[in-house]
């Protein structure tokens, strides 16, 4: 679960990137966060990951209040959430099996659970055959089907996505959503912010609209823009 209550974020003092936003998402929830650019989506984005703090109001992830955890208690927080970008950041210098092991690596999994749940969310992204390339050796939807098995891998509640198809063109990008749409089936809460139109109105998912800070819209079938 994640809520928003009176969420306002301000950079510098001046520059109101959320003005008092709220919302829930229940567990298990699509949702799309759209918005034109400058808008808040990313502001947002790293908020629920605690890379940025709250001006003032309370966000909370599966029942806890995120601005008043403890230092201690932000890995756990961090765990939770699974995360893809526009820009895939996989290690370059890691094969796509590292790369997915290093996340989990990075939790103190076991060598012997390594060897079992790589495997296994590589499969489920359809890269079995790619596991020993590097990532430059892959076309920008296998690198973003590795950056999506890195981000499950550990099985996390939540799975939020910050303009993954920005990068891809319009085929690969419906194959990255099916996936996407795939793990929320599984149970995975997803959050995806995105610019993608024709994704967002084919979806009919919950849509979350910001302008200007603003939350303009929360629709629970929403299309991008205004419904006419
Ligand atoms: P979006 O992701 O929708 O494009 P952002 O959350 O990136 O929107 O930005 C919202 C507003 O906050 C914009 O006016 C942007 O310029 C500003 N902003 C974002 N990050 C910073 C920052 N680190 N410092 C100052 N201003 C920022
Ligand atoms: P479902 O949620 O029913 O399993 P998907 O998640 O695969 O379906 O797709 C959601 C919606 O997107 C469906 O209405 C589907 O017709 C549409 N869609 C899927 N692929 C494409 C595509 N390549 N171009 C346009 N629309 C698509």
């Known amino acids: 679960m994640i809520k928003f209550i009176n969420v306002s ?4 003092k001046d520059i109101i990137a959320l003005s008092n936003v709220s919302f829930e998402i229940e567990n298990g929830e699509f949702v799309f966060i759209v918005g034109p650019s400058g808008a808040g989506k990313s502001t947002l984005i790293k908020l629920l990951l605690k890379e940025e703090e709250p001006t003032t109001g309370t966000i909370i992830i599966n029942k806890k209040d995120i601005t008043k955890l403890k230092r201690r208690e932000i890995p756990y927080l961090r765990r939770s959430m699974g995360v893809v970008f526009q820009d895939f950041r996989l290690l370059p210098n890691k094969t796509v099996f590292e790369n997915v092991a290093f996340a989990m690596e990075i939790v103190g999994a076991s060598h012997k659970e390594i060897r079992r749940r790589v495997p296994m969310v590589l499969s489920l992204v359809g890269l079995s055959d790619k596991a020993d390339n590097y990532p430059q050796q892959l076309s920008g939807g296998e690198q973003q089907r590795v950056s999506l098995a890195r981000a499950i891998v550990n099985e996390p509640s939540i799975l939020i996505a910050d303009e993954p ?37 084919a979806m009919k998912k919950r849509v979350i609209a910001l302008e200007k800070g603003n939350m303009v819209r929360d629709e629970v079938r929403g299309a991008y823009d205004y419904a006419l």
């Open 9 to 12: 974020k301000t950079y510098n």
């Open 165 to 201: 198809t920005g990068n891809l063109d319009p085929d690969t990008s419906w194959e990255i959503v099916k996936l996407i749409s795939e793990i929320n089936k599984r149970g995975t809460t997803v959050v995806m912010a995105t610019h993608a139109k024709d994704i967002v109105d």
